[in-house]
Protein backbone atom coordinates (compact mmCIF):
# COMPACT_ATOMS: atom_id res chain seq x y z
CA UNK A 1 0.00 0.00 0.00
CA UNK A 2 0.77 3.87 0.26
CA UNK A 3 2.00 4.12 -3.62
CA UNK A 4 2.40 7.48 -5.18
CA UNK A 5 2.56 7.91 -9.07
CA UNK A 6 3.90 10.72 -10.88
CA UNK A 7 3.28 11.77 -14.39
CA UNK A 8 4.93 12.29 -16.21
CA UNK A 9 8.48 10.62 -15.65
CA UNK A 10 10.50 12.34 -18.01
CA UNK A 11 9.53 15.59 -20.00
CA UNK A 12 11.68 17.71 -22.66
CA UNK A 13 10.57 21.12 -23.63
CA UNK A 14 11.70 24.33 -25.03
CA UNK A 15 12.31 27.33 -23.28
CA UNK A 16 8.92 29.88 -22.53
CA UNK A 17 6.87 26.78 -22.74
CA UNK A 18 4.38 25.43 -19.44
CA UNK A 19 4.63 22.03 -17.99
CA UNK A 20 2.55 20.42 -15.80
CA UNK A 21 3.42 17.47 -13.15
CA UNK A 22 0.57 15.31 -11.42
CA UNK A 23 0.87 13.23 -8.12
CA UNK A 24 -1.53 10.48 -7.34
CA UNK A 25 -1.94 8.92 -4.09
CA UNK A 26 -3.02 5.54 -5.95
CA UNK A 27 -4.82 3.38 -2.48
CA UNK A 28 -4.96 6.05 0.08
CA UNK A 29 -6.12 9.66 0.68
CA UNK A 30 -3.47 12.43 1.07
CA UNK A 31 -4.33 15.24 3.50
CA UNK A 32 -0.99 17.14 2.27
CA UNK A 33 1.76 16.39 -0.40
CA UNK A 34 4.95 17.89 -0.74
CA UNK A 35 6.69 19.51 -3.68
CA UNK A 36 10.39 18.78 -3.91
CA UNK A 37 13.46 19.35 -6.70
CA UNK A 38 16.25 18.00 -6.72
CA UNK A 39 19.47 18.91 -9.00
CA UNK A 40 22.12 16.02 -9.90
CA UNK A 41 24.35 14.79 -6.97
CA UNK A 42 22.40 17.23 -4.06
CA UNK A 43 19.57 16.82 -1.83
CA UNK A 44 15.99 16.85 -2.04
CA UNK A 45 14.70 20.80 -1.40
CA UNK A 46 11.33 21.47 -0.64
CA UNK A 47 9.44 23.96 -2.73
CA UNK A 48 6.02 23.53 -1.19
CA UNK A 49 3.40 22.04 0.89
CA UNK A 50 0.01 21.37 -0.65
CA UNK A 51 -3.35 20.51 1.45
CA UNK A 52 -6.72 20.01 -0.55
CA UNK A 53 -8.49 22.35 -0.92
CA UNK A 54 -6.64 25.38 0.02
CA UNK A 55 -3.45 27.36 -1.36
CA UNK A 56 -0.31 25.80 -1.44
CA UNK A 57 2.51 26.79 1.18
CA UNK A 58 5.59 27.85 -0.94
CA UNK A 59 9.38 27.63 1.09
CA UNK A 60 11.24 30.94 1.02
CA UNK A 61 12.76 31.77 -2.71
CA UNK A 62 10.37 29.64 -4.31
CA UNK A 63 8.27 31.87 -7.02
CA UNK A 64 4.56 30.92 -6.74
CA UNK A 65 3.91 32.65 -9.71
CA UNK A 66 6.10 30.45 -11.28
CA UNK A 67 5.45 27.19 -9.68
CA UNK A 68 1.69 26.46 -9.39
CA UNK A 69 0.12 24.23 -7.38
CA UNK A 70 -2.92 22.94 -7.33
CA UNK A 71 -4.36 20.23 -5.10
CA UNK A 72 -8.22 19.96 -5.84
CA UNK A 73 -8.61 16.54 -4.66
CA UNK A 74 -7.49 14.32 -2.24
CA UNK A 75 -5.76 12.25 -4.48
CA UNK A 76 -4.19 14.53 -6.69
CA UNK A 77 -1.83 17.20 -6.35
CA UNK A 78 -0.51 19.14 -9.83
CA UNK A 79 2.62 21.47 -10.46
CA UNK A 80 2.68 23.79 -13.26
CA UNK A 81 6.11 25.35 -14.46
CA UNK A 82 5.30 28.26 -16.14
CA UNK A 83 7.48 29.58 -18.91
CA UNK A 84 10.12 27.29 -17.50
CA UNK A 85 13.66 28.27 -19.03
CA UNK A 86 16.66 25.68 -18.48
CA UNK A 87 17.45 26.52 -15.43
CA UNK A 88 14.54 25.07 -14.28
CA UNK A 89 15.58 21.84 -15.35
CA UNK A 90 15.50 19.37 -12.56
CA UNK A 91 14.24 16.24 -11.00
CA UNK A 92 10.71 17.16 -9.32
CA UNK A 93 9.76 14.61 -7.05
CA UNK A 94 6.21 14.51 -5.06
CA UNK A 95 5.26 13.01 -1.79
CA UNK A 96 2.27 12.60 0.11
CA UNK A 97 1.31 12.14 3.39
CA UNK A 98 -1.48 9.71 4.46
CA UNK A 99 -5.02 11.40 5.84
CA UNK A 100 -5.52 11.48 9.65
CA UNK A 101 -2.35 9.34 10.12
CA UNK A 102 -0.43 10.88 12.82
CA UNK A 103 2.98 9.22 11.90
CA UNK A 104 5.07 11.55 10.05
CA UNK A 105 6.04 9.52 6.92
CA UNK A 106 5.89 10.88 3.82
CA UNK A 107 5.41 8.01 0.44
CA UNK A 108 7.44 9.40 -2.25
CA UNK A 109 6.33 9.55 -5.99
CA UNK A 110 9.31 8.15 -8.41
CA UNK A 111 10.02 11.28 -9.79
CA UNK A 112 9.73 13.89 -13.14
CA UNK A 113 12.75 14.40 -15.25
CA UNK A 114 12.36 17.61 -16.84
CA UNK A 115 14.49 19.32 -19.29
CA UNK A 116 14.32 22.36 -20.77
CA UNK A 117 15.89 23.54 -23.88
CA UNK B 1 17.20 27.86 10.72
CA UNK B 2 17.76 24.60 9.66
CA UNK B 3 21.01 22.26 9.32
CA UNK B 4 21.40 18.95 8.48
CA UNK B 5 24.74 17.25 8.11
CA UNK B 6 26.25 14.14 6.80
CA UNK B 7 29.48 12.99 5.06
CA UNK B 8 28.90 13.47 1.71
CA UNK B 9 30.30 10.03 0.42
CA UNK B 10 31.71 6.70 1.87
CA UNK B 11 33.50 3.65 0.47
CA UNK B 12 33.11 0.31 2.02
CA UNK B 13 33.42 -3.11 1.39
CA UNK B 14 30.77 -5.99 0.65
CA UNK B 15 30.30 -8.09 3.50
CA UNK B 16 31.48 -5.19 5.98
CA UNK B 17 29.78 -2.47 8.22
CA UNK B 18 29.24 1.16 7.27
CA UNK B 19 28.00 3.86 9.82
CA UNK B 20 26.53 7.22 8.38
CA UNK B 21 26.38 9.82 10.79
CA UNK B 22 24.06 12.89 10.78
CA UNK B 23 23.97 16.05 13.10
CA UNK B 24 20.59 18.48 12.90
CA UNK B 25 20.26 21.73 14.45
CA UNK B 26 16.22 22.99 13.80
CA UNK B 27 13.65 24.60 14.94
CA UNK B 28 11.57 21.81 16.09
CA UNK B 29 11.61 18.41 15.86
CA UNK B 30 8.92 15.46 15.22
CA UNK B 31 11.44 12.49 14.75
CA UNK B 32 14.46 11.99 12.06
CA UNK B 33 13.84 9.40 8.71
CA UNK B 34 16.34 7.60 6.96
CA UNK B 35 15.85 7.04 3.19
CA UNK B 36 17.50 5.04 0.61
CA UNK B 37 17.81 7.01 -2.87
CA UNK B 38 19.25 5.23 -6.05
CA UNK B 39 20.30 7.52 -8.69
CA UNK B 40 17.08 8.65 -10.57
CA UNK B 41 15.02 7.43 -8.32
CA UNK B 42 12.61 8.22 -5.33
CA UNK B 43 13.61 7.92 -2.02
CA UNK B 44 12.74 4.60 -0.42
CA UNK B 45 12.09 4.83 3.35
CA UNK B 46 14.10 2.80 5.92
CA UNK B 47 13.69 3.97 9.09
CA UNK B 48 11.97 6.86 11.44
CA UNK B 49 13.40 7.59 15.06
CA UNK B 50 11.43 9.96 17.46
CA UNK B 51 12.77 8.53 20.80
CA UNK B 52 16.43 8.12 22.00
CA UNK B 53 17.70 4.81 21.28
CA UNK B 54 18.77 2.23 18.40
CA UNK B 55 15.87 0.70 16.12
CA UNK B 56 17.32 -2.37 14.19
CA UNK B 57 15.34 -4.01 11.35
CA UNK B 58 17.57 -6.24 9.34
CA UNK B 59 20.83 -5.09 8.17
CA UNK B 60 19.95 -1.68 8.71
CA UNK B 61 19.83 -0.04 12.15
CA UNK B 62 19.09 3.69 13.08
CA UNK B 63 20.46 5.51 16.52
CA UNK B 64 19.15 8.88 18.11
CA UNK B 65 20.24 10.93 20.52
CA UNK B 66 17.80 13.93 21.06
CA UNK B 67 20.11 15.69 23.22
CA UNK B 68 23.06 15.62 20.95
CA UNK B 69 21.02 16.32 17.65
CA UNK B 70 22.67 13.34 16.44
CA UNK B 71 21.94 10.07 14.61
CA UNK B 72 23.50 7.57 12.29
CA UNK B 73 22.29 4.45 10.27
CA UNK B 74 24.29 1.44 9.97
CA UNK B 75 24.37 -0.90 7.33
CA UNK B 76 25.24 -4.49 8.25
CA UNK B 77 26.94 -7.65 5.88
CA UNK B 78 26.98 -4.79 3.08
CA UNK B 79 25.58 -5.80 -0.40
CA UNK B 80 26.66 -4.24 -4.00
CA UNK B 81 22.96 -3.18 -4.39
CA UNK B 82 23.40 -0.96 -0.83
CA UNK B 83 25.62 1.37 -2.98
CA UNK B 84 23.24 4.67 -3.04
CA UNK B 85 22.56 7.89 -1.34
CA UNK B 86 21.25 7.78 1.77
CA UNK B 87 19.47 10.64 2.93
CA UNK B 88 18.74 11.94 6.55
CA UNK B 89 15.75 14.10 6.92
CA UNK B 90 14.15 15.78 10.32
CA UNK B 91 10.61 16.30 10.37
CA UNK B 92 9.79 19.67 11.86
CA UNK B 93 6.13 21.80 12.32
CA UNK B 94 3.77 20.99 9.72
CA UNK B 95 4.58 17.86 8.63
CA UNK B 96 7.87 19.04 6.64
CA UNK B 97 10.96 16.95 5.94
CA UNK B 98 14.23 19.06 6.02
CA UNK B 99 16.95 17.03 4.08
CA UNK B 100 20.26 16.80 4.76
CA UNK B 101 22.26 16.50 1.84
CA UNK B 102 23.18 12.82 1.17
CA UNK B 103 25.79 10.48 1.65
CA UNK B 104 26.91 8.36 -0.89
CA UNK B 105 28.25 5.13 -0.44
CA UNK B 106 29.71 2.97 -2.65
CA UNK B 107 30.16 -1.26 -1.86
CA UNK B 108 33.24 -2.63 -3.46
CA UNK B 109 33.69 -6.11 -4.65
Known amino acids: GAVVSQHPSRVICKSGTSVKIECRSL??????MFWYRQFPKQSLMLMAT?????????EQGVEKDKFLINHASLTLSTLTVTSAHPEDSSFYIC?????????????FGPGTRLTVL | GQNIDQPTEMTATEGAIVQINCTYQTSGFNGLFWYQQHAGEAPTFLSY????GLEEKGRFSSFLSRSKGYSYLLLKELQMKDSASYLC??????????FGGGTRVLVKP
Open chain 2, 49 to 52: NVLD
Open chain 1, 50 to 58: SNEGSKATY
Open chain 1, 27 to 32: DFQATT
Open chain 2, 89 to 98: AVATAGNKLT
Open chain 1, 95 to 107: SARIRDRGFNEQF
